[in-house]
């Protein structure tokens, strides 16, 4: 996985298991080991939640940018003249006249705003956009991932706990 998350599975159930440490483990020590490690998973999942929100959100905003852009280059191609109304504050709207000058200025972001023709605009947003599709499956593929490896951590506690419940039950018998 992308972001070497940890793989741990479900281990076979062996009385023995805390044998195979050395020194031998406690199921405290291996409790903890197994919480500290889902403390880890739930983490990167938070994470990657919040990486993924920010794709939710980015993807449409490419899109309408993008389809601006076409329809800009179309009202050009076709000599249309563009009239739109824009906010001038919250109650007050305008009316303009675009120039069909072929270019647009793009908001990049960090205070930077770049002028493209329309289609270099096209070229940039349209791989941003597969740029961004990708990193969100990305995304999505390693949230599951990681959820799936937060369940196994979780179960390996329970799991832990029951046989040292067990063990004592025995010992006491």
């Known amino acids: 996985n992308k972001f070497n998350i940890p793989v741990k599975r479900l281990p076979n159930p062996n009385p023995n298991h805390h044998h195979s440490f050395k020194p031998v483990a406690s199921s ?8 500290e490690l ?6 990167y999942e938070t994470n990657l939640s919040n990486k993924r929100l920010t794709y939710q959100q980015k993807l449409p905003e490419i899109e309408k940018t993008l389809s601006l ?50 289609e270099e605009a096209l070229a940039y947003l349209t791989e941003k956009e597969v740029a961004a599709k990708e990193e969100y499956i990305q995304v999505t593929e390693d949230l599951a991932f990681t959820r799936n490896q ?5 179960v ?17 018998a």
Do not use: P
């Open 28 to 35: 405290e020590v291996l409790i903890g080991a197994f919480s």
């Open 38 to 43: 889902f403390s880890k998973f739930k983490a």
């Open 69 to 118: 852009v076409n329809h800009l280059k179309t009202k050009r191609d076709e000599g249309e003249t563009i009239t739109t109304q824009y906010n001038l504050c919250d109650t007050v709207y305008a009316k303009a006249q675009l120039d069909s000058s072929g270019t647009v200025n793009l908001w990049l972001g960090a205070n930077v705003m770049l002028e493209y023709t329309y």
């Open 150 to 154: 937060s369940i196994t951590a979780e």
């Open 156 to 172: 390996n506690m329970s799991r832990i706990y029951n046989w040292d419940v067990k063990n004592r039950r025995d010992a006491k």
